[in-house]
């Protein structure tokens, strides 16, 4: 049975740090691609960074230089290091892994970014 647990979520205030985890397992990960989406209330869901199965990172415009992304292919793990994070930054944050034929999706773990 494929599995991702995410766990990291939390409160923080405007400018201040907070580190994600996504723990896979149920099938080989080092052939798919990791992501992190989040969802906003009223919004939809949205790609905010990956790390491709060839090593090839990426992130959405307004995260970048604030969220890096990482990824422990030994332990099936990827992380989402969220620093000087915004009140626009909170939504619920989704591990998803993919390849061409699958998506599998974690439970989420919320992230409130409040002062």
């Known amino acids: 049975q494929v599995q991702l647990v995410e766990s990291g979520g939390g409160l923080v205030q405007p400018g201040g740090s907070l580190g994600l985890s996504c723990a896979a397992s149920g099938t080989i990960f080092k052939y798919y691609d990791m992501n992190w989406y989040r969802q906003a209330p009223g919004k939809q869901r949205e790609l905010v960074a990956s790390?491709?199965?060839?090593?090839?990172?990426n992130y959405c415009d307004s995260v970048k230089g604030r969220f890096t992304i990482s990824r422990d292919f030994a332990e099936n793990t990827v992380y989402l290091q969220m620093n000087n994070l915004k009140p626009e930054d909170t939504a619920v944050y989704y591990c998803?892994?993919?390849?061409?034929?699958?998506?599998?999706w974690g439970q989420g773990t919320q992230v409130t970014v409040s002062s």
């Open positions: 998803n892994a993919q390849n061409a034929i699958v998506h599998y």
């Open positions: 790390f491709t199965s060839t090593g090839t990172t």
